[in-house]
């Protein structure tokens, strides 16, 4: 359970509890997460060579958050505050408070150096992941306000104009990114809420999105989830065990662009609407048509289990493909694609209604990948899904992911090196 023992990160302390802090969280912390997600979640590590949240088995809840760094920030203030943000999450992460004397401690005169909800809570596997948008290095006018232009990785740029994109400035893009993962939904808005305040006057929220009932698995110890089309996810995708193919596709390699990269992965988020009172009008059959596999079992429609592989060249009785060429799942292979991979880990979200009565749900879609050129290869492939007329893509992002943070070290140092 959290507790205040370590009074160690003071907000805008610029880094001062870097070291401090390194006493705990390190890769030596048990890491006792269940794959399942209990809700007691367990603790996963903060320091380590890759950042957590990644192949780590997939929480059950998400808060991202997206931010602008402030137009009067330098290169000293962006470094104080990446420090500063690695100090709190090896608290937070560990399931302790930020601060001196916590929520409930502390000075008479200044508010409480943690907002307290979490109190109580335990660290329920929470991770935090951290990006760098495109936007970081070359602002919209051209500008390299911290000196890192010549930095930026050939592979983070935006994403290309996709078909059917309905983007919409309020859910793109971002100078920083922060995926707050966990068992427990207050545990995620807690450490999404606490780094935001952390970061007042430097950088502020652009967007962020809060998910429910992960979309994938990461693991082979977990259960296939569903999404809201009610069709099971993450059957197909790449899973913590199989360790070559995810240091082939999802690690970015010593030869793949800057040093400082080297152990992290290309981010992508899609926020993607479902126009879900069409999708429940629609046949069994053909929904199964359009995913690929069978509602039930998540198997394909070429035959055999839910685990079985596609088989594209099975035609039926009348000659055409069982595995029809408008399925999801047929576009997204890789053998459609070049052999291109990605890690998925979204989530669904419902953010209420709109004004027509209809749900404002669907799925945020997040994919972590060695080079995001995977990500647009599907992407581009998929311009002929038959899930496309009830899908709409309505917020687009892309992040450097820098490799984990050494013990004493900040996330994304290697970057300012
Ligand atoms: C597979 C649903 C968006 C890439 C699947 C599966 C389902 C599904 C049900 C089959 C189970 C599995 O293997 O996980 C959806 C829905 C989406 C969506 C409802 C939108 C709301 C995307 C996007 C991409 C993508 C945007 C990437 C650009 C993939 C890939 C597979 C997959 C790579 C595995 C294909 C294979 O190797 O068999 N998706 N998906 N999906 N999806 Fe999606």
């Not at 997939?58 to 602008?68: E, I, K, S, T």
């Not at 009932?213 to 993450?234: H, I, V, Y």
């Amino acid at each position: 359970t959290r507790r205040g023992l370590f009074g160690l990160v003071g907000v805008g302390t610029a880094g001062l509890a870097v070291g401090a802090a390194a006493a705990v969280g390190t890769a030596a912390a048990v890491d006792a997460a269940t794959a399942e997600g209990d809700g007691s979640g367990g603790v996963h590590p903060f320091y380590g060579e890759h950042q957590g949240g990644i192949v780590t088995p997939a929480q059950d809840r998400l808060h991202f958050a997206a931010f602008d760094v402030s137009s009067t920030l330098d290169r000293d203030g962006l470094v104080g505050l990446l420090q500063d943000w690695s100090a709190a999450a090896v608290l937070l992460t560990q399931g302790l408070e930020i601060g001196e004397g916590g929520a409930v401690g502390g000075s008479d005169y200044a508010p409480p150096s943690d907002t307290g909800e979490a109190l109580g809570l335990p660290a329920a596997g929470l991770t935090l992941t951290f990006g760098f948008g495109p936007t970081l290095f070359t602002d919209a006018d051209g500008v390299d306000r911290f000196g890192i232009a010549d930095r930026r990785p050939e592979a983070l740029a935006a994403l290309p104009r996709f078909q059917g994109d309905a983007l919409q400035p309020a859910w793109t893009g971002g100078d920083l990114a922060i995926q707050a993962c966990a068992d427990n939904p207050q545990v995620a808005v807690h450490a999404i809420r606490n780094l935001s305040r952390i970061a007042f006057g430097r950088a502020s929220l652009r967007w962020s999105q809060l998910g429910f009932g992960r979309t994938s698995s990461t693991t082979r110890a977990q259960q296939t989830p569903r999404n809201l089309f009610g069709f099971k996810d993450g059957t197909a995708n790449l899973k913590a065990e199989d360790t070559a193919l995810v240091e082939e596709h999802v690690w970015t390699g010593s030869g793949d662009g800057p040093a400082w990269m080297t152990g992290g992965s290309y981010l992508v988020t899609r926020k993607i609407r479902m126009i879900i009172e069409n999708w429940d009008r629609v046949q069994l059959q053909e929904q199964e048509s359009l995913v690929g596999r069978t509602k039930g079992e998540g198997a394909p429609l070429s035959g055999g289990t839910e685990f079985t592989e596609p088989d594209f060249s099975a035609t039926g009785a009348t000659g055409e493909p069982l595995m029809p060429t408008a399925s999801h799942v047929r576009l997204a292979h890789p053998d459609q694609n070049g052999g291109a991979r990605m890690l998925r880990r979204g989530y669904n979200f419902v953010d209420g209604n709109d004004e027509l009565g209809r749900l404002d749900a669907g799925l945020f879609f997040i994919s972590y990948q060695r080079d995001p050129a995977d990500f647009i290869a599907v992407q581009r492939s998929l311009a002929a899904d038959g899930l496309n007329e009830y899908l709409r893509h309505v917020g687009s992002a892309v992040f450097a992911v820098p490799p984990g943070a050494r013990p004493g070290g900040y996330v994304g140092s290697g970057l300012f090196a």
